[in-house]
């Protein structure tokens, strides 16, 4: 198994992070103060601080596939199951997507599902689903 990875990102307001990260998400919530919270985001550490001088922002974009994919964003890849139901659960929680759920780079090597959206802060997402997780790097 890979070593987890450790990202800790700002947040202008704790209580909107809780529900989006926590609720929505469904992260579990580690250790925590009235400045940051931990998150088990599929065996990985988020961390979310707060910034109260944060304004939530609109990413930069780059063309990938034909889509203004935002910048900086991060993401979990995961199986296409978790992906589906993931997509599913955003869909019927009415999340505004930046890029809604669809397969990019279909019938090609490292064919892959994806989609995008922010959280409350603007902090941008993106979560890809494969069928055989050796395509992750396939060029």
Not at 1 to 14: G, T, Y
Not at 22 to 43: A, N, T, V
Not at 68 to 95: C, T, Y
Request: hydrophobic share 35%.
């Amino acid at each position: 198994m890979p070593q987890p990875f450790h990202l800790a990102i700002p947040v202008h307001d704790l209580d909107k992070a809780r529900e989006f990260y926590g609720e929505l998400l469904g992260f579990d919530e580690g250790r925590s103060s009235d400045r940051w919270i931990d998150y088990d985001c599929y065996g990985h550490q988020l961390v979310v601080h707060l910034d109260e001088d944060m304004i939530p922002k609109t990413a930069n974009t780059s063309k990938v596939d034909g889509h203004g994919v935002p910048i900086p964003h991060f993401g979990v890849v995961l199986d296409m199951r978790q992906w589906r139901e993931l997509a599913e659960h955003l869909n019927k929680s009415r999340v505004e997507f930046v890029i809604e759920p669809y397969i990019r780079f279909e019938g090609k090597p490292g064919e892959q599902a994806t989609m995008f959206f922010n959280d409350p802060s603007g902090n941008a997402l993106e979560f890809k689903g494969f069928n055989d997780m050796d395509d992750l790097f396939r060029k």
